[in-house]
């Protein structure tokens, strides 16, 4: 997706750990309209796995999600990393190395909102590893609903996180993949 | 607003302790055509406040603002909760006490997202005792930056927190407010 690609030229930042900081228009900072747009494509790309429901994790997930479903007409689920007050004891819980703080988070959900036999479509910011999306996967199974499509932002083919999910079987969409970011300079696939 | 009233009637749940749970639409599952129109509703509302960017927190603050950012064309912030790798080592810091939770959330900006003298409006969810609102308050103004409004979803105003904001002498607007929900029956107020 071009508008993507060009405002991760414009606007990423490169740090040296492998990380690509994106926190002006994704994380931290969101760019409302650069996130419908991205909600647009990951409409136009799905429309055929005619899903149920979305579901992401927080926090960064949450704004391209919520445009998908806005453009998909879907609810969207955040899978949550503690658990609050308002969620029942019962839940769907899982836990996933995170990439960027180098230790463990959980991911749960209430089964309120993950029904057995739904088609459920995941929707991320990033595919590095694929960890945090191979979590939420587990959090499907668990649920007894099925698995669709996996769409991302960013992916950063290099770190192999799709090889990781090709076994799913379902279509992977990542709107900019990255294959390299060696010296900072970054270089899109197609 | 009425769409945001029925849906509370439809689906909020009164859990003993004083707390709506919303999680059906606003928290862990979101309605993204509802927070849509609620975007709209804050756009329309804030119009004349001519805001350059809006401040949330996360995590159930990103959904709306972003929506208001949508209709509004204006960058969402959304203050982090935990200072991740990717934020640089000065940052605009406060704590602030969480009702639901019991304990102290730290609220963090990055300066590069809050810059002086711009004017901010701040989104939030729930208006309650008003106290995270006033640690987004206490980052803008840390900041040298100028509030110019406060918009929530749901005001509980039985909880007085619009009192605790009235002092800043901005306009204070929520799309439903809850005058009571004694033994559990909802009660609007206009």
């Keep these: 997706m071009k508008a993507l690609q060009d405002r991760i030229l414009k606007d990423g930042k490169y740090l040296n750990n492998g990380i690509l900081r994106v926190d002006s228009f994704i994380n ?3 760019d409302p309209l650069l996130m419908d747009q ?14 149920d429901r979305i579901l992401t994790a927080e926090i960064s997930g949450i704004a391209p999600a919520l445009m998908a479903g806005k453009h998909m ?10 658990k609050p007050v308002t969620m029942p004891d019962q839940v769907y819980f899982t836990v996933a190395p995170s990439h ?3 230790n463990m988070v959980d991911l749960i959900v209430s089964p309120d909102y993950l029904p057995r036999g739904e088609k459920v479509l ?7 590893s694929g960890s945090t999306i191979l979590g939420l996967v587990r959090l499907v199974q668990a649920a007894g609903a099925e698995l669709v499509g ?27 993949r990255i294959s390299s970011m060696e010296s900072g300079k970054i270089t899109f696939t197609e």
């Design 28 to 30: 931290h900072q969101v």
């Design 38 to 51: 991205c909600g647009e494509e990951f409409a136009k790309e799905f429309a055929r796995v005619k899903a």
């Design 73 to 82: 007409n879907l609810p969207v689920v955040y899978a949550r990393k503690h």
């Design 100 to 102: 960027t703080k180098g």
């Design 122 to 128: 995941i929707i991320d910011d990033f595919l590095a």
């Design 150 to 176: 996996i769409g991302t932002l960013i992916e950063k083919s290099f770190e192999g996180g799709r090889r990781s999910l090709e076994a799913l079987g379902v279509p992977v969409v990542s709107l900019v």
